[in-house]
C-alpha cells in the first residue's frame, strides 16, 4: 500500500475509458454479468463469496490486541450528524470508533517451517500453519510502526517501520515531539528463537523509514545477509537523524532522496547491523546526475501521471541469477546485484499506464518480471467497471539480453464496486512445472490466480472474492499479499485476518500440475527474495507435463498413452519395490523419442517435450 | 509452546466481557519487545489496544479542515485559466492540478465526516474576516490575476501557485511540527502524499515559468 493521497483521474481519460472498456470484457471471455464476483453481499464477517478453482478452506479472524473491538474491521459508516448541533471542537478527543482505523491493519507475510509471519501496522503474529486447514496463533508482538512489512531469516525477523508514531521500544504511545531520540523508523531486527517471545536486538535508522524492505542473501559471503530497504516517506530532519537531507539533488549531492539503503548483517552479530551504501541507482550513466530517471508527468495525451523515481517502493531479487527488479515509483528497473552491495542498473522501463511502479515478481527461470501498478495507493476502488483494464494492473515483461521487453497487462477482470479498494497488489509463484503461474492478492479484489507462460496473453485460471466490507463505505481491507507456500495459498486479509485456500483442479489446472507444485517444498520464504524451483523427477511431475502437452495438442495421443502407461508402470514398480528393467527400458526408450519430438518442435512445447523426457529418465535412474 | 484452544478472538473478547473475568486463556500471550537489548514483556490486550495517544488531534482536524479550503483555492485558480490562458500546455497543468485536489478534497472530507468533525465546503476563505491558510491568494491576488490574460495570465498563474503549493508545504511542515500530530495512520499517509506529489509540482511548475519567461525575453 502507498498512501491515500497521489491519485490522479484525468476525465478526459474516463472518456477514453468508455472506448477501452468494451474491448476489455470481450478479452474477458464471457460477459461481465456472468461474473460471480460481481454484486457479493456486503459484510465484515458475512460477506457474500465467490469461488472458481479454489476455495477457501480457513479463516482465522485478527487476533486480540490488533483490532479494536468497537470496530473490528476498521471504520463503520458514519452516523448522520443532526445540521443543528453547533459544530464539534476539534480539541474534544476523538471518537474512538473512529480511531487510527489503518493502525491495525494486516499487511505482509513471511514463512519458515510450519510458520507464518503476519505482519501488521501495529507488529507481527505468528501462527503455526502445519495442518493449513487449522491455523493456530502461536505469538502476538505488539510493535507499532507501519506498514510492518516481515521477511524471515533463521532465527531472525525483519520489520519496516516508516511512520513517525514508530517507538525504539515498541511503545503505542507514539512519539509527540518533532525531533526525537526514541522515534524509529527503519528496519528492526528481532531475534525469534523464541517463538513466543521475540527480542527486538536491532533497529537500524533510516532517513526515510522503510516502507518495504527485501533480504539479499550473497551466494559468495555467507557470512553476511543483505537488506535493501525502500523507504518512500518524508525524510526526517539532520537534527534527529544525522546526515538526513530531503533536499533537491542540485542543493545537496547528499540527500537521501534518489538512493535505496543497503544494510549490512554479520550473521554471527546481527546486532551490529548497519548501512553501508545508498547506491544511485537512478543516476544518468552520461552525465552522473543522480534523479536520471523518470521525472514525473504524464507521457502525453490521455495517459496516467506518474510520479519522479526518488524512491523505490519494492524490490525483488533474484540471487541465484544475479539479478533484482526495483518497482520504483516512476520506473521499473532491472540491477545487477551480483555485489549486492552495489547494485547495479542495467535496464529501466516508463509506461504511460502506470501511476506508481509498485512490485515485482520474476517467473521461475528468470527471464520475465511482472511490475505492478499501484493506482490509487491501494486505499482506492480502482477495478469498477469504467476503469480502464490497463490501468491499476500488471505488465509483464520478458527479460532478453538484460533488458525489459514489454509483453502485455494483466487486470482482475471482475468488475467491483466503489465500496471495494482494489487494484494490483502483492502476489507470488505456484511453482507448476513447465507454466509460469502466479497468485495475487488485489485487495477488496479478492485473490486472482493467472497464467503469464505466454507472456503478451496472461488468462485468469482461480479466483476468490468477497463482497465489500461495508456496504455503504469505503472500508479499507482486502488482499494485502496472497503467496503460494508449500501447497497452500494464504492470504494476507488486512481487515478480517488470515485465509487460506487450495487450488482445485479445471481445465485450466490439472489435478496432477497441481500436485506436481505441491511436491516442491520450500523451508523458507520472503516472496520478495526468489529462489529458482527445480522440480523432482516424479511421476506426477512427468504427468503435469504430459497434461500439458495434452492440452496444448502437442503430442501424438499414441505417445501420450505410452508414456501415461509407462509412468503408471514405473510407479507400481517402486511401490512394489521390485526391480523392473522393462520398465527402465520404456521409459528410456520414451525419453529418447521425446527428444526427437522436442528436435522437430518449437518454444513452450518443446521444451516440455524436453522436459518430460529428462523426468522420465530421472524416473528411470530411480528405478536402477 | 503451550497447547490452548483457540477461539475466534471476537468471540473470545465477548466472552471475557460478559463473563467480567481475566482473559480466558484462549490465545498465548502478547508481547510488546523492549528496545534492542531490552526484554520482552507480557502485556494485556487492553494496553496492547491502546492507541489513544497516536489518535487524531486538533492539530490533524485542523489540518485537514484548512488544506480543503486550499485546495479549493486552486480549483478556483485553475477554473480562470480556461477562459484566460492560451496554452495547452498550461490547461494540462490545470487539469492535473484540478483532478487531484479534487480526489484529495473527497478524501478529507470523508476522514472528517467520519469523525463526525465539521466538513468545510471549501468556499469559507470568501466568507470576510476568514484567516488563509499558508501561501493563499488574497482577493486582491485573485482580482489580479483574473485581470490577466495570455502570457502574462500563465506567467502569474505559476508564480501564484507555487507560491500556494509552497503554502501546502509550510502546512504539512506545521503538521509535524505540532506535538502529537500526524500519528494517526491515515494522517501520516496523507500529508506524506502531499508533500511528495507538491514537492513535484512545484519543480514542474518552476521549470515551465522558466520556459515561459525565456520565450517572453525572446
Request: aromatic residues 6%.
Amino acid at each position: 500500500m502507498r498512501s491515500i493521497g497521489n491519485i490522479l483521474l484525468y476525465m478526459s481519460l474516463l472518456l477514453v475509458c468508455v472506448g477501452v472498456t468494451g474491448g476489455a470484457q470481450e478479452r474477458r471471455g464471457s460477459t461481465p454479468a456472468a461474473d460471480p464476483r460481481v454484486g457479493l453481499k456486503a459484510g465484515l464477517r458475512d460477506a457474500g463469496e465467490a469461488a472458481k478453482n479454489m476455495e477457501r478452506v480457513a479463516t482465522l479472524p485478527k487476533p486480540e490486541g490488533f483490532f479494536d473491538p468497537k470496530a473490528p474491521g476498521g471504520t463503520p459508516t458514519p452516523p448522520e450528524r443532526d445540521p443543528n448541533l453547533p459544530p464539534p471542537d476539534p480539541n474534544e478527543p476523538p471518537d474512538p470508533r473512529f480511531a487510527n482505523m489503518l493502525g491495525f491493519a494486516n499487511s505482509d507475510l513471511a514463512f519458515s517451517g510450519t510458520h507464518l509471519f503476519m505482519g501488521n501496522f501495529h507488529g507481527f503474529n505468528t501462527y503455526d500453519v502445519e495442518i493449513a486447514r487449522k491455523p493456530r496463533l502461536l505469538a502476538s508482538a505488539v510493535c507499532p510502526g507501519g506498514q510492518g512489512d516481515v521477511s524471515v531469516h533463521g532465527n531472525l525477523l525483519f520489520m519496516s517501520v516508516e511512520q513517525t508514531r514508530g517507538r525504539i521500544d515498541c511503545g503505542t504511545q507514539g512519539i509527540q515531539d518533532k525531533v526525537s531520540a526514541e522515534r524509529f523508523r527503519g528496519i528492526r531486527i528481532f531475534d525469534i528463537s523464541d517463538l513466543s517471545r521475540p527480542r527486538q536486538i536491532a533497529a537500524i535508522q533510516t532517513c526515510r523509514g522503510s516502507h518495504t524492505h527485501t533480504l539479499v542473501p550473497d551466494p559468495k559471503d555467507p557470512g553476511n545477509l543483505y537488506v535493501y530497504g525502500s523507504g518512500t516517506s518524508l525524510v526526517r530532519s539532520a537534527e534527529e537523524l544525522a546526515g538526513c537531507s530531503g533536499l533537491k539533488p542540485g542543493e545537496d549531492p547528499n540527500t537521501a532522496l534518489f538512493s535505496v539503503d543497503v544494510i549490512k548483517v554479520p550473521l554471527a552479530a546481527p546486532q551490529n547491523a548497519k548501512i553501508v551504501n545508498r547506491p544511485r541507482i537512478f543516476a544518468d550513466p552520461t552525465t552522473g546526475a543522480i534523479n536520471g530517471l523518470w521525472s514525473g508527468g504524464e507521457h502525453g495525451p490521455g495517459t496516467q501521471k506518474t510520479p519522479e523515481t526518488n524512491q523505490c517502493h519494492d524490490i525483488t531479487v533474484f540471487p541465484q541469477v544475479g539479478l533484482a527488479a526495483g518497482a520504483c515509483s516512476g520506473n521499473g528497473i532491472l540491477l545487477d546485484i551480483s555485489d549486492p552491495e552495489h547494485p547495479v542498473r542495467l535496464d529501466q522501463a516508463t509506461d504511460k499506464n502506470f501511476a506508481y511502479w509498485h512490485s515485482a515478481t520474476f517467473n521461475n527461470d528468470g527471464t520475465k518480471v511482472i511490475f505492478t501498478d499501484e493506482w490509487g495507493g491501494g486505499t482506492r476502488p480502482r477495478c469498477r467497471a469504467t476503469d480502464p483494464p490497463t490501468w491499476g494492473a500488471d505488465a509483464i515483461f520478458d527479460i532478453v539480453d538484460r533488458k525489459l521487453q514489454f509483453r502485455g497487462y494483466y487486470k482482475m477482470p471482475a468488475a467491483q464496486t466503489e465500496q471495494e479498494n482494489c487494484v494490483a497488489h502483492n502476489g507470488s509463484l505456484i511453482p507448476v512445472p513447465g507454466r509460469d503461474i502466479m497468485a495475487q492478492g488485489w485487495y477488496q479484489g479478492g485473490v486472482s490466480v493467472f497464467d503469464f507462460t505466454d507472456s503478451a496473453h496472461a488468462i485468469e485460471i482461480a479466483f476468490f472474492d468477497r463482497g465489500p466490507i461495508d456496504a455503504k463505505t469505503l472500508i479499507t481491507g482486502g488482499y494485502w499479499s496472497a503467496y503460494w507456500y508449500n501447497g497452500n495459498i494464504y492470504g494476507s486479509e488486512i481487515a478480517r485476518g488470515i485465509d487460506v485456500f487450495r487450488l482445485t483442479p479445471s481445465e485450466y489446472l490439472s489435478q496432477n500440475e497441481i500436485d506436481a507444485a505441491t511436491q516442491v517444498r520450500t523451508d523458507e520464504l520472503n516472496v520478495q527474495e526468489q529462489g529458482r524451483v527445480a522440480w523432482p523427477a516424479t511421476a506426477v511431475v512427468a504427468r503435469a507435463y504430459l497434461d500439458q502437452l495434452t492440452r496444448g495438442k502437442a503430442i501424438e495421443p499414441e505417445r501420450a498413452r505410452a508414456v501415461r502407461t509407462a509412468v503408471d508402470r514405473a510407479d507400481d514398480a517402486r511401490s512394489s519395490r521390485g526391480k523392473s528393467q522393462a520398465a527402465i527400458d520404456q521409459l528410456d526408450g520414451l525419453a529418447a523419442q521425446l527428444d526427437r519430438d522436442a528436435a522437430a518442435a518449437v518454444g513452450r512445447d518443446a521444451a516440455r517435450l524436453r522436459s518430460l523426457a529428462a523426468t522420465l529418465k530421472g524416473v528411470a535412474a530411480k528405478l536402477h | 509452546m503451550r497447547v490452548v484452544a483457540l477461539l475466534p478472538a471476537l468471540v473470545s473478547f465477548a466472552a471475557c466481557r460478559t463473563a467480567g473475568v481475566t482473559a480466558v486463556e484462549a490465545r498465548p500471550p502478547i508481547v510488546q519487545p523492549g528496545a534492542p537489548g531490552e526484554p520482552t514483556r507480557v502485556i494485556g490486550a487492553e494496553q496492547a489496544i491502546d492507541l489513544s495517544q497516536v489518535q487524531y488531534i486538533g492539530a490533524d482536524i485542523k489540518f485537514m479542515q484548512g488544506m480543503i479550503g486550499h485546495h479549493t483555492q486552486a480549483i478556483e485558480m485553475t477554473d480562470l485559466l480556461r477562459t484566460h490562458s492560451g496554452s495547452d500546455v498550461m490547461k494540462k497543468l490545470a487539469l492535473r492540478i484540478e483532478l487531484s485536489q479534487v480526489d484529495e478534497i473527497k478524501m478529507m472530507q470523508r476522514w472528517l465526516a467520519d469523525r463526525g468533525q465539521q466538513v468545510p465546503t471549501g468556499r469559507e476563505h470568501h466568507t470576510h474576516g476568514v484567516a488563509l491558510m499558508p501561501g493563499m491568494l488574497t482577493p486582491d491576488d485573485m482580482a489580479r490575476l483574473e485581470a490577466a490574460k495570455g502570457v502574462e495570465f500563465d506567467r502569474l498563474f505559476l508564480e501564484y501557485m507555487i507560491r500556494h503549493h509552497e503554502g501546502a508545504l509550510t502546512m504539512v511542515k506545521d503538521l509535524f511540527a505540532s506535538p502529537g500530530a500526524a500519528q494517526e495512520s491515515e494522517v501520516f499517509a496523507f500529508a506524506s502524499d502531499v508533500e511528495a506529489d507538491q514537492t513535484a509540482e512545484i519543480d514542474r511548475m518552476g521549470a515551465m515559468l522558466n520556459t515561459l519567461m525565456k520565450e517572453h525575453q525572446r
